[in-house]
Every structure is written in C-alpha cells, then in structure tokens.
C-alpha cells in the first residue's frame, strides 16, 4: 500500500493519510455534482475502486483513526462520508454560516471562519497578507481591527 511505504519514509514532519470515502450512490444518481467512475480506466482496475469527483465537493468526517503498525507511528485513516446537495445539516450549517458572516467577502470571510474554529494563527496570518494587499483606507481598518 502506498500510504504504508510513505509512512515509514525517514522524513519526521509528514504523516499518511487514507482516506476512505463512503458513497451513497442513490443521492448522487440526481445530484447535480459532477463525479465518473474511474474503475474500468485504472491501472489497478481489480484492486482499487476508484471515483473522480470535481473540486467543490463536500465531504463530513466521521472518524479519525490512528492505524497501529509496528513500523511507523505516522498512518491514520479518515473514514468521509460525501455530503450530498440535500444535506439537511450542511443546508443549516451552510445557511447560519452566510447570516454570519454576511459584511465579509472572499478571503477575509474564510479569515473568520479560521477564528470560529480556533485557528486563530492561521487567521492572524491571513488578515496580516490582506493587510499588505488593501487597497482602500476601510480594508486597512478592517484587517488591523480583526488583527487586534
């Protein structure tokens, strides 16, 4: 396994990850995201089941799991479960999220959904860049107030 081999690679500061994706093929038969079953086409048809989604995809993680190997301690799994357009929850989440943040735009709103969810440095590091780029006196304003 791919994931395996690059696991126990000397390199300290990276870890693999598996993702394993659970599809329920019956809310994406009339779903609107794009997705081809790859499987026929791959170089490994009989071993691996593969899809190719498009890239705004949404995904809710269910589990986290750290794979006990005796050869490395840096392999985990991800079990996903691909989130449909229908969701009732990521409608909600989604919905709540635009009342929110409704003065912010573009990478500013991602700003401060960094701080909503506790990563505060990253956010800080964001605002610092959009700072740097501000055209106008307001954006300055705006971007050192989120800063302080």
């Given amino acids: 396994m791919y994931a395996h081999s690059v696991a126990i690679d000397n390199d300290q500061q990276s870890v693999s990850i598996i993702f394993v994706i659970t599809i329920d093929s019956s809310s994406y038969v009339t779903s609107s995201i794009p997705f081809v079953d790859v499987k026929s086409v791959d170089y490994y048809q009989d071993a691996e089941e593969e ?7 949404i995904c809710r993680i269910n589990q986290i799991i750290h794979i006990e190997d005796d050869a490395t301690d840096k392999l985990w799994q991800v079990d996903i479960i691909l989130v449909g357009n229908d969701d009732h929850d ?11 943040l409704t003065w912010r735009e573009g990478w500013s709103r991602f700003s401060d959904i960094l701080i909503r ?32």
Avoid: W
């Avoid at 969810?117 to 107030?145: C, M, P, W």
């Fill in 51 to 57: 899809i190719l989604f498009s890239t705004h995809i």
């Fill in 90 to 100: 990521m409608n909600i989440l989604t919905s709540h999220l635009r009342q929110e």
């Fill in 117 to 148: 969810v506790g990563d505060n440095s990253k956010a800080e590091h964001l605002y610092n860049i959009l700072l740097d780029r501000a055209f106008t006196q307001q954006e300055r304003r705006d971007n050192e107030e989120q800063i302080a």
